[in-house]
């Protein structure tokens, strides 16, 4: 082989572009009710009837007194467009050998990626609307809320436990959330922290308690342990979604509402049917090039979509600290 040919493979190798690590296979989409094609200012999510009571007929041929159904409608309202973006000046490009509009496009997709997963979560801490006109706010409901102390002593603060684990699985029982129905789900997002507080669960990591709750089969028959390929399982009918939500590079907007004011963590816990997402726009990329910019390409991208609770005994929190 040629000593040139040996010199350019090493340089192209060293010349090849990366980006900073970030979490971008969260596709919260496929863990809520989500549709596109939306056009309206605001759009109706749900409408919720209430339970219809009964009674006994006592009389024959006596009045008949029905009671009507309450109905609770809830709204998602359009909101501004997200746009991320970049610049290509002709002089950059010139002064390196690597031709830098492909990852400057690719770190526009990512950017605006990052941007759509960000807003789930807003929606999920944010006020809910309901009402005739959708103008009634609705916060989260604080009895849904764990601290990171229950189950202890009083600011005995813990990690994520057994505990609280089953607090939140009894309390879904009580909210009457079928767990036999696999659409009542309870999905709960972990960061490394939480991760770690399960490998301390005994029930979490022996053969004896947990093998793979999705494949139902004892560990003899091939069903994964905690953990074996990165992955934690499910456990007590919840499904755990790895994701750092208190990192701003992973959410840049809703980080912060992953921690209280004390700085224990805020673990979100949804039900896919509980959760509702909308889109006016899909993910839109541009690069065009900008005579009033001394012909510097701008790389652009826009998306516009919004999520938020549909139902307020499908979502609770679970605080942890460290």
């Not at 991320?84 to 526009?108: E, F, H, K, R």
């Not at 750092?244 to 805020?266: I, V, W």
Request: glycine share 8%; aromatic share 10%.
């Amino acid at each position: 082989m040629p000593e040139w040919q040996d010199t350019m493979a090493t340089t192209a190798f060293e010349k090849a572009v990366d980006f900073q690590l970030n979490e971008l296979g969260v596709e919260f989409e496929g863990m809520c009710d989500f549709k596109g094609g939306m056009t309206d200012e605001k759009v109706q999510i749900t409408d919720r009837f209430s339970d219809l009571p009964y009674d006994e007929v006592e009389d024959r041929l006596g009045k008949t007194d029905l009671p009507e159904s309450e109905v609770e409608r809830r709204y998602i309202h359009m909101p501004n467009r997200l746009r991320t973006g970049t610049y290509l000046d002709p002089d950059d490009q010139m002064a390196t050998q690597i031709p830098l509009a492909s990852p400057l496009a690719i770190g526009v997709a990512r950017g605006i990626k990052i941007a759509r997963k960000d807003r789930f979560l807003l929606g999920f801490h944010g006020n809910a609307y309901t009402g005739k006109t959708g103008t009634t706010a609705v916060p989260f409901k604080s009895a849904n809320v764990f601290a990171a102390d229950y189950g202890e002593t009083a600011t005995q603060y813990k990690g994520l436990t057994l505990k609280k684990l089953r607090a939140l699985r009894k309390k879904a029982r009580q909210l009457l959330i079928d767990p036999r129905d696999p659409s009542n789900k309870l999905h709960m997002g972990i960061t490394a922290e939480e991760i770690e507080d399960l490998l301390e669960i005994d029930q979490y990591i022996s053969r004896d308690y947990n093998p793979d709750s999705q494949t139902r089969k004892p560990m003899s028959e091939g069903a994964k342990q905690a953990l074996q390929d990165g992955e934690p399982t499910d456990f007590l009918g919840i499904h755990f979604v790895p994701m750092e939500f208190t990192n701003a590079r992973a959410f840049p907007k809703s980080a912060a509402l992953g921690l209280n004011g004390s700085g224990h963590r805020r673990c979100p816990v949804w039900i896919p049917k509980g959760m509702s997402g909308r889109q006016w726009q899909g993910i839109e990329t541009h690069r065009d090039q900008r005579p009033d910019m001394n012909h510097a390409w701008q790389f652009t991208a826009y998306t516009k979509l919004a999520y938020s609770r549909n139902n307020e005994d499908l979502a609770f929190i679970v605080e942890c600290a460290d």
